[in-house]
């Protein structure tokens, strides 16, 4: 199977995957909201995401496992590559237990420090040690086969049990959400359905790689990038994590269930972003292990186009369409105002800035380049740290995502720099003029969309405006791809055989 169909078979279950987690993205809250409030909402989201920081004790070893799988697969070194993922079980067993012991400390100190009028105390440590073990069940279950499977191109199978896991676990949710069943409860039987996913990825495993030997001699130096991607993983997470924290610490739950909504729509968005890139960071991996330098540099200019395409038409669609979505998805959940478009319209283009530098940072991890961006990813997580810290007491809502904006635009532009310099040996000023063209049709939509009165009182009305919506961004970004990328979409039309 080559990379063209490799990708293939990747982007369409990952799409289907991302319908999946669009939909119940959307089901979950909404069920937690009306059946429990945005207190009980806030309470889970905070949780999630002090409990996604114990993630670190994998120590970057995803990313590390990958990378040294990239080679042995290539030469299809049966040998190495048990080497490799029997380092890799090792450590995630280890990093399991690690895990465990984390969630129990959490479990005692989160109740001490965080008040609720809708959850006991005693509840409430339940609660954090039910979605601990959900995590935990990750290193133990499920870990090893992804990062095989991550290596070798074959994303789609983890998108399909994916797919089932998540089914299963939202139908459970559902259900018992409308019996008004303890959430407690409720969160402790959906734990149930990530064994169907593990089921899955074994099965195949075993099948598919009859000479997989995990009890091979440990191949740990094949690793010793791990604790580069760690330190990468640890800045990723404080990026991402930080405005939850913040928002926690400094307004409170209820104010964590409005970051949470918005988050919900641009996690999906993103969600969609990743379908065209599902499997793509192992075939660059694959690519820059062959040191095939021209046949990269034709791949990443075809991907920066077709990427930031589609990223324009995205970005423009949720920017126009995002607080009419918001004020019908929350309607009757009247214990806080869901209603902030300045809010909302920074949560967007912060979004936009964040995904504007994925072919770049894409690459990044394609090559392994862990240690040598350790200093630029620090100043980084910096930049949200210390100007969350100042604006989120004086602006709150608008003050974490100024502070989230800052920092993605540092880090685009110095990626702009480096990966074209150590990576691509490509020309850095086509990737700014790409990422101006993609800034330049977003401004020209948004502003277009600004004189079109459209009502919109109900889900149908609001589909067709984001049709319409559509239909215009198509075109604009069709037009301007026309005029300055006529070979890039020849050679992608040639890629696919069109």
């Known amino acids: 199977m080559n990379r063209t169909k490799k990708f293939f078979y990747n982007s369409v279950t990952a799409a289907f995957s991302q319908i999946a987690i669009m939909i119940a993205g959307f089901i979950t809250p909404r069920v937690i909201l009306r059946a429990y409030g945005s207190e009980i909402n806030g309470l889970i989201s905070s949780l999630a995401q002090f409990i996604s920081y114990f ?26 590559i048990n080497g490799v993922v029997s380092a890799a079980k090792k450590f995630y067993t280890q990093s399991g237990f690690i895990f465990v012991f984390l ?18 105390k005693i509840e409430m440590f339940l609660l954090v040690l039910i979605l601990g073990v959900n995590g935990s069940l990750e290193f133990f279950t499920l870990s090893k086969y992804r990062v095989l499977l991550s290596a070798d191109q074959k994303t789609f199978v983890i998108s399909l049990a994916s797919i089932s896991h998540l089914i299963v676990n939202t139908g459970i949710i559902y259900f018992m959400a409308q019996l008004r069943i303890s959430i407690v409860i409720l969160r402790l039987t959906a734990l149930l359905s990530i064994f169907l996913r593990s089921a899955i990825l074994m099965i195949y495993c075993r099948k598919n790689y009859p000479y997989l030997n995990y009890k091979e001699k440990c191949n740990t130096k094949a690793l010793d990038k791990r604790w580069d991607a760690l330190y990468q993983q640890i800045l990723g997470s404080i990026q991402s994590g930080a405005p939850v924290i913040f928002t926690t610490v400094f307004l409170g739950l209820k104010v964590v269930s409005i970051y949470t909504i918005y988050n919900m729509v641009i996690g999906s968005i993103n969600g969609i972003l990743s379908i065209f890139i599902s499997g793509l960071s192992a075939g660059f991996g694959d ?46 959940v009247n214990d806080i105002n869901y209603n902030v478009p300045l809010f909302g319209v920074l949560f967007v283009l912060n979004g936009l800035f964040y995904n504007i530098k994925t072919p770049q940072s894409m690459l990044i991890i394609s090559a392994g380049m862990y240690k040598e961006t350790r200093i630029r990813a620090t100043v980084t997580g910096a930049i949200i740290i210390l100007f969350g810290i100042i604006l989120t007491p004086i602006l709150g809502l608008p003050g974490i995502m100024l502070a989230s904006i800052l920092s993605n635009l540092y880090r685009t532009i110095d990626l702009l720099h480096f990966t ?3 990576i691509t040996k490509l020309n850095k000023t086509e990737s700014a003029f790409s990422m101006l063209r993609v800034i330049i049709c977003f401004l020209i939509i948004v502003f277009i969309f600004s004189f079109v009165n459209f009502p919109i009182n109900n889900y149908m009305q609001w589909v067709m405006y984001a049709i319409l919506a559509g239909v215009v961004s198509v075109t604009i970004t069709g037009i301007m791809g026309y005029i300055f990328n006529r070979n890039e979409i020849k050679s992608l039309l040639k890629r696919f055989g069109l």
């Open 420 to 422: 074209p310099k150590y």
């Open 55 to 80: 993630n670190l004790v994998e120590a970057g070893l995803s990313g590390a496992a990958i990378f040294a799988l990239y080679k042995p697969l290539a030469d299809e070194d049966h040998k190495a």
């Open 103 to 120: 969630t129990l400390g959490l479990s005692f100190l989160y109740p001490l420090f965080t008040q609720s009028q809708s959850i006991s």
């Open 287 to 332: 690519l820059i292990a062959r040191k095939e330098t021209r046949t990269l540099q034709k791949a990443v200019k075809e991907f920066e186009f077709a990427y930031y395409s589609i990223l324009t038409v995205v970005y423009s669609v949720t920017m126009v369409c995002i607080m009419p979505f918001i004020k019908l998805y929350t309607s009757g």
